[in-house]
């Protein structure tokens, strides 16, 4: 067997060879899934979080409205 197409050497190439391969396109399919569910989450967490400062400034915004009675007290709030 030491000059046949199916020695140890042969195989253990081959077997080497097909390992980086399927690890090659198995990273790449992983990092790609992974990359597109780390947008939808980011988009996610952003729209969260956005609308939760959007909220904030809407009260705030409510708020110093609220405490508006005559002109003077607009400035003095707003400095």
Not at 24 to 52: C, D
């Amino acid at each position: 067997l030491a000059g046949s197409w199916c020695s140890f050497d042969y195989l253990l190439t081959l077997l080497l060879l097909l390992w980086g391969r399927f690890h090659g396109e198995g990273y790449q399919e992983g990092y790609e899934e992974g990359s597109g569910l780390g947008l939808i989450e980011g988009r996610q967490h952003g729209t969260f979080h956005g609308a939760k400062i959007g909220s904030e400034v809407g009260m705030e915004f409510r708020w110093r409205n609220s405490l508006r009675t005559e002109p003077a007290q607009h400035v003095a709030v707003w400095r």
